[in-house]
């Protein structure tokens, strides 16, 4: 009997589909990480290339990169760097999906923080040893020097002009926001809110500008302070403060919740 080498039996689908069903959900898995370099803004310390997961929060992130840094998840900042060391984005909403950010793999992540949570590690009663610094800075292998050479950091011209230039327009977008105005607040990723513009400014621990806006409903994460210090006066969960650029103010009046309008 015959048989021919062409003619595949009926199982032959079922496994085909089975093999294509197994390697497109592998494909998925790995789309949904990327591969990213880490630097902090500490002692100019890099660390290497870290996988993360595309679903995570920022806020989950930062907890992450707070293992790895010593940095504090509630006062770190992030900006992202393409290959060739140029300003991608601020990871700035905590609330945003690290997947919502355009991030490739082999970016680079710069943590920029106090380091607080780090410094208390330190063990104050043991001697340690440190190098003077002019010696530090002859050192052809240290951190210091990698990061020079291939001008990373506070090192690449672009980053510090693209850093300066950022704080120039936050700082024009803020005094252009009055306080009392009315306001329509546009965060990447997150729900329309309107509110009310309280604060405008910088805030103490935090870079650059901001706004603090008191929202029409308890859709805010503070009662108008930060670390502590009062910057304006609201309900707990009314209060948020947010970058400029994200900010318009106009004639949003408040809207009416009518709850007699549903059944």
Known sequence: MLYSRCAPSEKHPKERLARQNKYSKKNDKIHNFVNLHISTSKDDISFSEKRFPKDVTITELKAKLELITGGSCATMQIEAYAKDNKLVCSLSDDDALLGSYPLE????????????????????NVE????????????????????????????????????????????????????????????????????????????????????????????????????????????????????????????????????????
């Not at 970016?107 to 063990?123: A, P, T």
């Not at 690449?156 to 105005?181: D, I, M, R, W």
């Open 105 to 124: 793999n082999g970016m680079r992540l710069h943590i920029i923080d106090k380091f607080s949570i780090r410094n208390e590690l330190d063990f104050g």
């Open 128 to 263: 340690k040893y440190e190098l003077p610094e002019e010696m530090y800075a002859k050192k052809t292998d240290s951190v210091r020097a990698f990061l020079a050479k291939n001008k990373l950091g506070q090192y690449n011209e672009e980053y510090q002009k693209n850093k300066q230039k950022q704080e120039e327009e936050e700082k024009k977008l803020a005094e252009s926001t009055p306080v009392g105005s009315r306001c329509k607040v546009q965060v990447p990723n997150t729900p329309t809110r309107l509110g009310t513009v309280m604060y405008s400014g910088q805030i103490e621990g935090l870079g650059g500008y901001w706004v603090g806006i008191k929202y029409d409903e308890p859709l805010g994460k503070n009662d108008g302070t930060c670390k502590g210090k009062r910057y304006f006066e609201c309900q707990p969960n009314y209060g948020a403060f947010i970058k400029p650029q994200h900010v318009l103010c106009g004639d949003f009046p408040e809207e009416d919740y009518d709850l007699n309008e549903e059944i």
